[in-house]
């Protein structure tokens, strides 16, 4: 975890002091000289158009800014090219259903992204009050008016939970046939985990309570869970997957709910 996290007044003060106030953090009227994580608005120099330009950003110590972007960078290109309903995690949720889906462990938004291009609406559930703040920035850009339609479409599919998904689940039990639980892996070694993920590790570390997520989500779910696990890891404990979908370095493990037989 950091040490310390802070909110950078400039360029944007009026938002910034609204968010450290939000987020109980401390304002940094000076730009970020410690040697440490810091939130801001990142003025991004190849922005697609005028709202896309400040992006909410965390700065860590050791990368550059690392925010979600739904209109341009990599999302969209994996939304153009990434094998649509065909790749392993578009099968894993049995995509060609247009399931109702929540994404019990929404991150940094990738996957949902993911389902909400193939045509699902997608309820994103995230319990880091700093990942979510990523997250609704990004949701709010990409329904400005000069995003162009298709995404703006997609976004629109996409909605917001700041909540531990587990609480969340027993508490509104949410009417979704699919949920879907992608928990922080343990760490990897800092050459192997993608910028977005080294930061997203340092920020709210290991997730370990995925058991009890996963026994929330199969009291829930009407059709299936799907877990992401890495490849050659254990299923998370519980009840054994009914079937697997693999990829070079993932394994998504499915949980059937007809398969259960759980009393409804
Ligand atoms: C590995 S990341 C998910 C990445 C995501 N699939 C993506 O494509 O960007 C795991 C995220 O799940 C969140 N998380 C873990 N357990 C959670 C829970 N019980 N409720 C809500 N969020 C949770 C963590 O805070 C973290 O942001």
Redesign the pocket.
């Known amino acids: 975890m950091p040490h310390t996290l802070s909110v950078n007044a400039e360029p944007c003060p009026d938002k910034a002091q609204a968010l450290a106030q939000r987020l109980n953090l401390p304002l940094n009227e000076e730009s970020n000289a410690q040697n440490d994580f810091a939130l801001g608005w990142w003025p991004d120099p190849k922005a697609l158009s005028e709202t896309q330009t400040f992006k909410l950003a965390l700065f860590p110590p050791t990368s550059g800014p690392v925010y979600v972007d739904f209109v341009g960078g990599k999302k969209n290109h994996r939304r153009q090219f990434g094998g649509g309903k065909g790749q392993p995690l578009a099968k894993a949720v049995a995509i060609q259903d247009r399931p109702r889906i929540l994404?019990?462990?929404?991150?940094?938004?990738?996957?949902?992204f993911v389902f909400a291009s193939l045509g699902c609406d997608v309820t994103l559930?995230?319990?880091?009050p700093i990942?979510a703040a990523l997250l609704a920035d990004a949701l709010e850009r990409g329904q400005q008016p000069d995003v162009p339609e298709d995404i703006r479409q997609i976004v629109e599919r996409m909605s917001l939970v700041c909540?531990?998904?587990?609480d969340y689940l027993r508490a509104e039990r949410p009417n979704v046939d699919v949920i879907y639980l992608?928990?922080?892996y343990p760490e990897k070694k800092k050459a192997a985990a993608k910028k977005d993920?080294q930061a997203?590790q340092a920020l709210?570390g290991p997730?370990l309570?995925?058991e009890a997520?996963l026994a929330a989500a199969l009291h829930t779910a009407e059709k299936r869970v799907v877990v992401k696990r890495p490849k050659g890891a254990p299923a998370l404990k519980g009840p054994e997957p009914n079937a697997t979908v693999q990829s070079p370095n993932t394994r998504y493990d499915i949980y059937s709910i007809k398969a259960l037989n759980r009393p409804s």
């Open positions: 994404d019990a462990t929404a991150g940094m938004g990738g996957d949902a559930v995230e319990r880091s990942v909540a531990d998904a587990a992608d928990p922080m993920m997203l709210v997730d309570d995925s997520l």
